[in-house]
C-alpha cells in the first residue's frame, strides 16, 4: 500500500473506530499505575466508569482483560452508529483547520518535515487521549464534540509528534526511555501549553488546551522568560522549558 506520508507532505490524518485499540489502551492504563499511584488510570477509566473498578488488581497493576474486553465490545456494539458518524464529523472538523494548523506549525518549525508515521486518530470512550509516538497514532474522544474542542485535542498531539522528532533530534540523550521518558514528557507538555496559549494559536483554534496543574507555573515563568510576542525561535524557547523543568520538577 502506498504510504501517503513519506513526502514532504503534510500528513493527513485518518479518523478511525477500532474497539482493539481501546482494549490495549486500558491495559496500558492499568499499567501506568506502577508510576503515578493510579491517577491517569481513575482520571481515564474510572471517573467514567466506576463499575470497572471490580475487574481491576491493583496489586498486579493490571485489569482481568478478558472482561474489559467485553466490556469494551459491549459499548462498542451499543454506540456503533454514533461512532462512525463522530468519526466522519471529527474528520471534516479537522479538514477545515487543518490548512491553518500546517501553517502555524511551519512557521513554528521552519523547514522541518514531518516524521513518517500512519497518523491515525482513533475514537476511545475512556476519559484520557494517549498518543503513541512509535506510529504517530492517538486518541479522541467519541461523542464528546460539545465538551471538547477537537481541533485543538488532534493539534495538540499532532505538535507533540513534531515536538518529540525535533528534540530527539537536537538532544540525543534524551532517547534515552529509562532515564528521561518522563522528563521529556514534562518538556513537551509545557512547550504545547506554551504555544497553544499564544494569542495566533488560540485565536485560530478559538480555544486552548489547558496545563497539567503542575505545569501551571513553568509555563507562565518560560512565557515571562521569553516575552509575550510570536514564537519565533524553537531553540531557545525549548531550552527556556527544558531549564524550567529541571529546576522545578523532582524525579
Ligand atoms: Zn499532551
Known sequence: MPDRNTNNKNPRIRFVVSKARDCVTAKDFAESAVHDDGRFLGWAIFRRFPELKKYYRAERHAFLFSEIKSFVRGQYAKHR??????????????????????????????????PKGEYIAYGTIWGMFPRFLENKTFQV?????????????????????????????????????????????????????????????????????SPYPEHRRIVAQVRREIGDGPLTDIDRLTDAIIRNVKATIKS
Not at 466522519?88 to 521552519?110: C, M, V
Not at 540523550?173 to 507538555?189: A, C, G, L, P, T
Not at 512547550?191 to 488560540?202: D, G, P, R, Y
Request: hydrophobic content about 35%; overall charge positive; aromatic content about 22%.
Open 81 to 114: 452508529r454514533t461512532m462512525a458518524k463522530d468519526m466522519r464529523k471529527y474528520g471534516e472538523i479537522w479538514r477545515s483547520k487543518e490548512a491553518g494548523f500546517y501553517e502555524l506549525t511551519g512557521k513554528l518549525f521552519p523547514g522541518r518535515r514531518w
Open 141 to 209: 474522544p467519541f461523542h464528546r464534540e460539545k465538551k471538547y474542542n477537537i481541533p485543538v485535542i488532534v493539534a495538540h498531539e499532532m505538535l507533540h509528534f513534531m515536538f518529540y522528532d525535533y528534540l530527539y533530534g537536537r538532544y540525543p540523550k534524551y532517547k534515552d526511555q529509562e532515564k528521561y521518558s518522563f522528563f521529556v514528557w514534562h518538556v513537551s507538555e509545557v512547550f504545547n501549553s506554551v504555544v497553544q496559549n499564544t494569542k495566533e494559536w488560540k485565536s485560530f483554534f478559538g480555544g486552548t488546551s
